[in-house]
């Protein structure tokens, strides 16, 4: 009997199936109507990761690279790409971004460069693309300041690592940190798009 019913059961109707919310029904690429959506507040966070030879990223820490500050040039790069995401990315939306922030920090244990992004908006629609343009983008120009010395620089792991707000709710990539800590951590008072975390209260 429970196989019969197995067999019986009807595929769910096209209109609740899921599909690609920047498709229309006859294939047409669409901007998505946000427009009944609330506004909220909205936060993304992405990275990348730049993996150099030894000598590289030596050069690049100690700013004797040929081209200049790799890291305060990728970093400026960064926010400007994630500004300009909605001319980059044809079917996104135009954000008035709240705060954007753009690090890269040398890691010469994992043998390269760390590209954080993250970004915020106050509106109706998420800043996940902005967060990963300013990575990619952060990540594309320490590529083009050390090519010079390096051709086979890789760009590894663009990735988003986390968005809050929206009615999709919060998201978190586990263990994006390296320590399967589910969600990013950072030191008190330290600063983070669209925030400004207090310093913690000594004990006692």
């Given amino acids: 009997m429970d196989r019969e019913r197995t067999f019986d ?13 920047h498709v229309d029904r006859s294939g047409r690429p669409r901007m998505v109507d946000v427009g009944a959506k609330p506004v909220t507040a909205r936060r ?3 990275e990348a990761f730049v993996a150099l030879a030894p000598e590289t990223l030596s050069l690049v820490i100690d700013g004797k690279a040929a081209k200049g500050d790799v890291l305060t040039v990728a970093e400026v790069a960064g926010v400007m790409g994630a500004k300009r995401t909605a001319d980059l990315i044809p079917l996104c939306h135009p954000l ?7 690090t890269v920090t040398p890691d010469r244990a994992a043998g390269g460069l760390r590209v954080r992004a993250e970004a915020a908006t106050t509106g109706q629609t998420g800043v996940e693309m902005e ?7 952060a990540a594309l120009t320490i590529y083009d300041m ?3 010395v390096e051709r086979g620089v890789e760009i590894r792991s663009v990735r988003l690592v986390s968005k809050t707000g929206g009615q ?10 390296g320590r ?6 950072r030191r ?3 600063r983070a798009a669209g925030r400004l975390r207090k310093k913690a209260r000594e004990a006692g």
């Fill in 44 to 46: 993304a966070v992405a």
């Fill in 9 to 21: 059961r009807k595929p769910p109707a096209r209109a609740a199936r899921r599909r690609l919310t």
């Fill in 168 to 177: 999709g709710g919060d998201w978190f990539r586990p263990g994006a940190d």
């Fill in 96 to 102: 008035p971004l709240t705060d954007l922030l753009v």
């Fill in 188 to 190: 008190p008072g330290e």
């Fill in 180 to 185: 399967g800590e589910a969600r990013p951590t």
């Fill in 146 to 148: 050390v090519k010079g």
């Fill in 131 to 137: 967060a990963l343009t300013g990575a990619s983008v």
